[in-house]
T-cell receptor, first 114, second 114 residues
Framework: DGGITQSPKYLFRKEGQNVTLSCEQN?????MYWYRQDPGQGLRLIYY???????QKGDIAEGYSVSREKKESFPLTVTSAQKNPTAFYLC?????????????FGQGTRLTVV | AQTVTQSQPEMSVQEAETVTLSCTYD???????LFWYKQPPSRQMILVIR??????QNATENRFSVNFQKAAKSFSLKISDSQLGDAAMYFC???????????FGKGTRLHILP
């Protein structure tokens, strides 16, 4: 079955440690996105990628980094520079950015930093 | 920059009744796409309905329909014959053609009263 997979579902880290969230899709989609969801804040865009080896900052990129070395993979690293990393993170993909195609979402990763 | 505003953080509706969720957006583009996504307690994002801005006809999907007012930059979602399974967070989203981002509003939590 085609889809988008985020792992792990729950992640705990100590303050000051970097952590990488995984996002894999087998939909052959060009575009991929990372969003952060906090209560009352909706979905805020962290980074997005239109094609392999290219990505752009979203609205809240500070303290995060990404890579897009393969079409199917778009991992997100939450660095120690992110002041408030505890949140629910959603990864999404779409056929092609800028075409109005539907975004498909993973099931999310809940990151808790203690 | 494009923005999406959902002014109703929470709403309640009696089962079998009709409810309308509001969404306004701001853009300088003439062609774009608008979406309503549903996020149930499982937190899996599901596309409810999609509207292409160049189409004057309002989109419908079974019990879900939109009222798209392009000049007013308004995009409301009407749910008819509300069911218990409709209880969820609903997000309005915007995707431009020139800008590759998908921007979400802060969401409206919908409660269905039995």
């Amino acid at each position: 079955d085609g889809g988008i997979t985020q792992s792990p579902k729950y992640l705990f880290r100590k303050e000051g440690q970097n952590v990488t969230l995984s996002c894999e899709q087998n939909l052959n989609h060009d575009a991929m996105y990372w969003y952060r969801q906090d209560p009352g804040q909706g979905l805020r865009l962290i980074y997005y990628s239109q094609i392999v080896n290219d990505f752009q900052k979203g609205d809240i990129a500070e303290g995060y980094s990404v890579s897009r070395e393969k079409k199917e993979s778009f991992p997100l690293t939450v660095t120690s520079a992110q002041k408030n990393p505890t949140a629910f993170y959603l990864c999404a993909s779409s056929v092609q950015a800028g075409t109005g195609s539907e975004a498909f979402f993973g099931q999310g990763t809940r990151l808790t930093v203690v | 920059a494009q923005t999406v505003t959902q002014s109703q953080p929470e709403m309640s509706v009696q089962e079998a009744e009709t409810v309308t969720l509001s969404c306004t957006y701001d853009t300088s583009e003439s062609d774009y796409y608008l979406f309503w996504y549903k996020q149930p307690p499982s937190r899996q994002m599901i596309l409810v309905i999609r509207q292409e801005a160049y189409k004057q006809q309002n989109a419908t999907e079974n019990r879900f329909s939109v009222n798209f007012q392009k000049a007013a930059k308004s995009f409301s979602l009407k749910i008819s014959d509300s069911q218990l399974g409709d209880a969820a967070m609903y997000f309005c989203a915007y995707a431009g053609l020139r800008d590759d981002k998908i921007i979400f509003g802060k969401g409206t939590r919908l409660h269905i009263l039995p």
